[in-house]
């Protein structure tokens, strides 16, 4: 499982607060929060909820903290909270309609307009794609659920991802066909970011 914070500029540092989820009655004892590249400037137990000043990162990019929480009932908490950072020039602070619009273009022609039926469509199987994606362990870090305004965060690679993949989607449920172009770059992508998702328990070696 996994929870996705609002986004944050590159430059600033912003105050961010989580909850994690308790059993009736119990309550935080005491916390560990493992950031990646970004950093935890402060942070301090507010009731249940921690809060926490993050500064950092890099404009398009997503990243993790680890947090770890320890009950008064003796149960340990673990998860993982993903950051988009986004900055000025962000090349991929792309929107809903952004994507949408990309993935309908083969069904509405280079000139043409989605019409609300089918942008309304879309944008259901967009955020089904990436909750199922979530599921099978290629989380991208975008808050869902998604709305046509909202705009997604995401390493690079990722976008033309999500993008291929939705076009994908997209012209199986019209009853066409993608270029083997498209499907081999949604394939490749969707790959790209499981990998990324794998933890790293790779150890040093030993020698005898």
């Known amino acids: 499982m996994a929870v996705n914070l609002s986004s944050k500029p590159a430059a600033a540092i912003q105050l961010f607060s989580w909850e994690p989820a308790l059993a009736d009655g119990d309550a935080v004892a005491s916390y560990i929060l493992t950031p990646t590249t970004v950093v935890i400037e402060d942070d301090a137990l507010n009731g249940n909820s921690i809060d926490m000043y993050i500064s950092g990162g890099v404009a398009g990019n997503v990243y993790a903290i680890a947090a770890t929480v320890e009950t008064q009932n003796g149960e340990t908490l673990k ?39 089918e942008t309304t469509d879309a944008l259901e199987w967009l955020n089904g794609m990436l909750a199922e994606w979530k599921e099978q362990g290629a989380d991208t870090g975008v808050a869902l659920p998604l709305t046509t305004s909202s705009v997604i965060y995401s390493r690079d690679a990722w976008i033309k991802a999500i993008k291929t993949n939705l076009r994908v989607l997209v012209a199986e449920q019209y009853g066409r066909q993608v270029a083997p172009a498209t499907a081999m770059a949604a394939a490749r992508g969707l790959q790209l970011i499981k990998a990324a998702n794998l933890p790293d328990d790779r150890g040093s070696a030993d020698y005898f």
């Not at 950051?83 to 991929?92: D, S």
């Open 79 to 117: 998860e993982t909270l993903y950051l988009p950072v986004y900055g000025p020039g962000n090349a991929f602070a792309n929107t809903g309609t952004d994507i949408i619009s990309f993935a309908l273009r083969p069904i509405v022609g280079i000139v043409g307009s989605p019409s609300t039926g």
